[in-house]
């Protein structure tokens, strides 16, 4: 996510906290010692108060983690309903109740891994669109159909089927899928072979892949909304107002400052609406929808199971769900493998991969640390893919990936601490395991989460096409690519839609590969873009390459002090050992000496309690702190 330089001085002074009242002083009251880093990252350009190794006070960082588990609730909050239909749970209240606090939990522990040990940057992890795609495909064979709706409403149930049974084996099969692909992407992490793979995937392979997924994801806003069209672009209307109009108009909030003649009220302003607009419009949304549901607006019954625009459809849950429930590995069942789901999965864990690249890069320089070096990088990938395998096992029905919105928020309050992240992985942990939590967003309307899909996938299908930007748009051979790309991405799925029986190889398992990966959009997509880009004929600046691997090349530098990446506690260890310095996501990778390097103590301000970086020690070794 790009970073708007036309915020100017408002946002930059209401997010640094300035105090309107006679005694503000005119440097910021929490504002911490320079950083080391200070010089080698942009902190300065983008006016950071905290930089990635810096610790805001203990009350500031729980507010601040806060804020960002806020700032990913939307995106996260939406992809269980995404999946409620095709795992068949739509009818129960309490499964959907249950996977959203597990997907929460999931987040947490992958958050506070990636942002321990992973690429040590403050970049929060969460469910990628990038599995749902090739899940939904999975889903649709013909053994993983839903039984008949009326099957849910039937007091005999003549088939005597187990409804809980019936979501959790599809539960079990995506769960195998993604774990089994999850460990693609530790393999690829660990032997550092993401730079191979850059040389030949680039935006004309990537864009129309991203762009796929919010294009495939069409009938699931539009089965939503359809609950109530009115409510559902009501809300979509207020995402668009606070996003895009609203953005830079910064609202007065009331603080307590403590000063040398005591405690002073005074205010902070805040860009508000920038950084919640998602939370605003699914509140003020819900409120147009509880006045609708009192007043009979909405009808009680517009089908056998209700009306899903009224915030009374699925009630009973905040009754039923229990109070505190810890997710744990195996809570649906052993996982099952196929190989149709891991080949599915694996294209999407490729283009969870290539984002969250971009998204490490972003980050880096936003939270104002040095250059990536190699290490950071493939531990970074390696950690994120461990983060699928513990979604998988637990079985949240997705995997994890960084979130970009996240990123942005560092750019918008102007704190690029780690430990704010990993109190933001903290608080998911807490509330993912609070089960009341969960049911107060299962009952939210289906027609306010149609509104919200509208958004968010067409954000997916911008970004993509965002990523052209980087290919030469004048050639023929550029727009016949993303054309052909994109094109082929829909037709076929949708002929697959009409005709589900076309695939017939005379062996079954054969079927379902060839079937899933045809169904699957992103594949074709991103299948037809790479084999197009790299068989005809062009050059690497023609095709975008140049602009788009060089920033990640100046990044790619070997250890040589930058110390915000190195594993807490044992790098000291780590490089006193020589053969560590040919594993790739080891701290000492790529380096000739392994038993001395730069190294920072840490002090901390006994004025401001923050831990800061300070001067090199004296001694050859170091380590870093949490």
């Known amino acids: 996510m790009e970073m708007e330089k036309n915020n100017d001085n408002?946002?930059?002074?209401?997010?640094?906290?300035?105090?309107?009242?006679?005694?503000?002083?005119?440097?910021?009251?929490?504002?911490?010692?320079?950083?080391?880093?200070?010089?080698?990252?942009?902190?300065?350009?983008?006016?950071?108060?905290?930089?990635?190794?810096?610790v805001p006070p203990w009350y500031l960082s729980i507010l601040l983690g806060l804020q960002q588990y806020l700032t990913m609730l939307g995106a996260t909050v939406v992809q269980p309903f995404i999946m409620a239909g095709p795992m068949c749970y739509a009818a129960s209240s309490l499964a959907l109740c249950e996977i959203m606090g597990t997907t929460f939990f999931v987040s947490g522990i992958a958050t506070i891994i990636q942002t321990a040990i992973g690429i040590r940057l403050p970049i929060v992890q969460g469910p990628s669109f990038s599995f749902l795609v090739p899940a939904i495909a999975l889903l649709n064979l013909d053994t993983w159909k839903c039984p008949a709706?009326?099957?849910?409403?039937?007091?005999?149930?003549p088939d005597g089927l187990d409804f809980d049974e019936v979501w959790h084996s599809r539960m079990r099969e995506i769960q195998g899928a993604i774990m089994v692909s999850s460990c693609i992407q530790i393999l690829i992490g660990f032997s550092g072979a993401i730079g191979f793979l850059l040389k030949y995937i680039g935006p004309l392979t990537i864009g129309p892949v991203i762009a796929l997924i919010g294009l495939s994801l069409y009938p699931a806003?539009?089965?939503?909304?359809?609950?109530?069209w009115g409510v559902a672009m009501f809300?979509?209307?207020?995402?668009?107002?606070?996003?895009?109009?609203?953005?830079?108009?910064?609202?007065?909030?009331?603080?307590?400052?403590?000063?040398?003649?005591?405690?002073?009220?005074?205010?902070?302003?805040?860009?508000?609406?920038?950084?919640?607009?998602?939370?605003?419009?699914?509140g003020l949304a819900w409120l147009l929808s509880y006045a609708l549901t009192v007043t009979n607006v909405l009808t009680i019954e517009t089908n056998m199971t209700g009306n899903p625009a009224r915030t009374d459809y699925r009630s009973e849950v905040m009754i039923s769900a229990q109070w505190f429930r810890f997710p744990y590995p195996g809570q649906w069942g052993v996982p099952t493998v196929s190989a149709a789901g891991v080949i599915a999965m694996a294209a999407g864990t490729i283009a969870g991969i290539l984002e969250s690249i971009g998204d490490y890069y972003a980050c880096a320089k936003i939270a104002g640390a040095p250059p990536i070096p190699r290490h950071a990088l493939n531990r970074g990938i390696m950690v994120e893919g461990f983060g699928c395998l513990i979604a998988g096992a637990i079985g949240s029905g997705n995997g994890a990936t960084s979130y970009s919105?996240?990123?942005?928020?560092?750019?918008?309050?102007?704190?690029g601490s780690r430990r704010v992240v990993l109190v933001g992985g903290a608080i998911m942990l807490v509330l993912g395991s609070f089960g009341k939590f969960g049911a107060v967003f299962t009952s939210l309307p289906e027609s306010i989460v149609g509104g919200m899909f509208c958004c968010t996938f067409s954000?997916?299908?911008?970004?993509?096409?965002?990523?052209?930007?980087?290919?030469?748009?004048?050639?023929?051979?550029?727009?016949?690519?993303?054309?052909?790309?994109?094109?082929?991405?829909?037709?076929?799925?949708?002929?697959?839609?009409?005709?589900?029986?076309?695939?017939?190889?005379?062996?079954?398992?054969?079927?379902?590969?060839?079937?899933?990966?045809?169904?699957?959009?992103?594949?074709?997509?991103?299948?037809?873009?790479?084999?197009?880009?790299?068989?005809?004929?062009?050059?690497?600046?023609?095709?975008?390459?140049?602009?788009?691997?060089?920033?990640?090349?100046?990044?790619?530098?070997?250890?040589?002090?930058h110390m915000c990446y190195d594993i807490p506690y044992i790098t000291r260890y780590i490089r006193r050992i020589k053969f560590l310095r040919y594993i790739p996501i080891s701290p000492s990778y790529g380096t000739t000496d392994v038993d001395e390097g730069p190294s920072y103590g840490t002090r901390r301000d006994s004025d401001l309690d923050v831990e800061t970086a300070s001067e090199p020690a004296v001694n050859g070794s170091h380590d870093t702190a949490l």
């Not at 709706?149 to 149930?157: G, K």
């Open 10 to 54: 408002a946002v930059i002074k209401g997010n640094q906290g300035v105090i309107d009242n006679q005694t503000a002083h005119s440097e910021h009251p929490l504002s911490p010692s320079p950083s080391p880093y200070d010089g080698q990252g942009d902190a300065k350009a983008f006016g950071l108060l905290y930089t990635v190794d810096q």
């Open 149 to 157: 709706d009326e099957l849910y409403s039937s007091d005999d149930n």
């Open 221 to 228: 806003a539009s089965d939503m909304a359809s609950a109530q």
């Open 235 to 282: 809300a979509a209307l207020l995402v668009v107002v606070f996003s895009q109009y609203l953005d830079r108009v910064n609202l007065p909030i009331p603080v307590c400052r403590r000063t040398n003649d005591g405690v002073r009220l005074g205010r902070v302003h805040l860009p508000v609406f920038k950084l919640f607009p998602v939370l605003l419009a699914i």
């Open 405 to 415: 919105e996240n990123i942005g928020a560092i750019g918008i309050t102007k704190v």
């Open 459 to 561: 954000m997916i299908i911008g970004v993509g096409i965002s990523n052209m930007r980087h290919v030469d748009l004048r050639l023929s051979r550029n727009i016949f690519i993303i054309g052909v790309s994109i094109f082929m991405g829909l037709v076929i799925p949708m002929w697959l839609d009409d005709n589900p029986n076309a695939i017939n190889t005379g062996v079954s398992e054969v079927d379902q590969i060839i079937f899933i990966l045809l169904r699957t959009s992103m594949f074709l997509g991103g299948f037809t873009g790479f084999l197009l880009d790299n068989t005809i004929p062009g050059t690497r600046e023609q095709r975008g390459l140049l602009a788009w691997s060089d920033p990640q090349s100046d990044g790619l530098t070997a250890a040589s002090g």
